[in-house]
């Protein structure tokens, strides 16, 4: 089965868009509290409140999710833990991997996005 077949499965996986979006309402939390002086704070803090409100950006919360989706079901470290000869389990992934890839990205999307 090819990777990109598994990746489309792994990112339209109703789990997984769950755990992602999950994911990144904890990362948004973090960033609602951290310190004014970080870096990018202010496009955080506002990529943040889509995720927290569900608008306020150029686009609506779900089109990050999408993006933070489709970014994290690529990552090999994801990709390996999710697909077993060809079957897509999303319960497989580990929270810490797709939080990893959420924080990651949080900066490129919010500099970037909004």
């Known amino acids: 089965m090819s990777t990109r077949l598994n990746q489309y499965r792994l990112a339209s996986n109703d789990d997984f868009r769950g755990v992602v979006e999950a994911a990144a309402i904890v990362a948004a939390g973090s960033i609602v509290n ?34 933070l989706r489709w970014i994290a079901a690529m990552n090999p470290a994801i990709q390996g833990s999710a697909v077993s000869n060809g079957v897509v389990d999303a319960s497989n992934v580990l929270d810490n991997d797709i939080d990893f890839v959420v924080a990651s990205e949080w900066n490129a999307i919010a500099t970037t996005e909004l």
């Not at 002086?37 to 496009?43: G, L, S």
């Open 34 to 67: 951290e310190d004014p002086a970080t870096p990018n704070h202010a496009e955080r803090m506002q990529l943040a409140k889509v995720m927290l409100t569900g608008f306020g950006g150029q686009f609506d919360r779900e089109y990050y999710l999408r993006r």
